[in-house]
């Protein structure tokens, strides 16, 4: 089982910036951040697997970079241009082995963050 801490999340004005981080306690393939508003499904937000491949959410694209640090064992959402529709728990999760690469998909990851809090105010 890997452990995974999250951390970085705060309250932000629309158009500001935050960088999210999940340290994870050992090795893993797929990593990803996701996020759940009250009342909402979880949502699957971007992905990025060993080799820097990554995968985004249509609403997040062009706001959001997901990166990692193989080294440190670091995972990372840059948010930027956030609006208040970003509001949500965030979550890191991970995988160690992967099948079919890593897909946006909460039932996929078995190892999660507790989660942090964004919210964005007008």
């Known amino acids: 089982q890997v452990q995974l801490v999250e951390s970085g999340g705060g309250s932000v004005q629309a158009g500001g910036s935050l960088r999210l981080s999940c340290a994870a306690s050992g090795y893993t393939y797929c990593m990803a951040w996701f996020r759940q508003a009250p009342g909402k499904e979880r949502e699957g937000v971007a992905i990025i697997d060993s080799d820097g491949n990554t995968n985004y959410a249509g609403s997040v694209k062009g706001r959001f970079t997901i990166s990692r640090d193989n080294a440190k064992k670091i995972l990372y959402l840059q948010m930027n241009s956030l609006k208040p529709e970003d509001t949500a728990a965030y979550y890191c999760?991970?995988?160690?082995?992967?099948?079919?690469?890593?897909?946006?998909?909460?039932?996929?990851?078995?190892?999660w963050g507790q989660g942090t809090q964004v919210t964005v105010s007008s």
């Open positions: 999760a991970a995988d160690r082995v992967a099948v079919w690469g890593c897909p946006l998909v909460a039932s996929y990851y078995d190892d």
